[in-house]
């Protein structure tokens, strides 16, 4: 009887011990569904480093941690580019209503953590807004490409020693109108270069000058393809 009262408990025992199991997680150990995760840094590193840089310090495409950036675009610019992303360019739709893998409660996390990286110290004075208030002129362009750009980017926009190539056909192919606005105003700090301020000391460009510029490089695109984000 002792035997088999000690086979007994020696069973239960081993039953209990069924739930830690090696491989087996315990209690708060178990893996969130993709479409759960909603922690910030998980979701940036996942679905927007690649392209924006670690920590948002800018990599193949602008740095969303830009201080200027962060004061031009709103949290519906935001949303609306991580969501719908770009036609045209390399920028996808992120929501699954886009056809994207997030939920519209991930995207609202990414706009939130994107939004915390703001600074608070930009100057507002005479920054130009996001989006263009007229349609640029490429014949005014040209001048202002000129004065503003030419010094870095050479004189016909294919690049020098200070500057990548921006009149680039295969490289206007990849980015949209509202893109180059966003960068000029913005800059590059990350790559040396300036925000609107700074091409010529003492001498901002004016919101009306960086339509223009614009306009005129996207008139060396060879399909005049422009799109509005």
């Not at 924006?52 to 310090?57: L, S």
Request: charged share 20%.
């Amino acid at each position: 009887m002792k035997i088999r009262f000690a086979f007994a408990i020696a069973g239960v025992l081993t039953l209990c011990g069924c739930d830690r199991l090696p491989g087996r997680p315990g209690a708060g150990e178990e893996v969130a569904r993709p479409d759960q995760v909603l922690d910030f840094n998980t979701l940036y590193k996942e679905n927007c480093s690649g392209c924006h840089g670690a920590d948002g310090k800018g990599g193949a495409s602008i740095a969303l941690r830009d201080p200027v950036y962060l004061v031009i675009a709103d949290d519906a610019t935001l949303r609306s580019v991580a969501s719908a992303g770009v036609p045209g360019t390399q920028m996808p739709p992120f929501a699954q209503s886009k056809g994207g893998m997030l939920t519209d409660a991930q995207i609202s996390a990414l706009v939130a953590g994107i939004r915390a990286w703001a600074r608070a110290d930009v100057p507002r004075d005479g920054l130009p807004p996001y989006s263009a208030q007229s349609p640029g002129d490429p014949q005014r362009g040209a001048g202002v490409y000129a004065t503003f750009c030419a010094s870095c980017h050479g004189p016909d926009g294919q690049g020098a020693k200070g500057g990548s190539a921006i009149a680039n056909e295969a490289y206007l192919s990849l980015v949209s109108d509202q893109y180059l606005r966003t960068i000029t105003i913005a800059g590059r700090p990350e790559l040396g270069a300036p925000d609107w301020r700074g091409n010529v000391t003492g001498r901002p460009m004016s919101s009306g000058e960086i339509s223009d510029v614009v306009a005129w490089l996207a008139s060396q695109r060879p399909t005049q393809r422009s799109t509005s984000k």
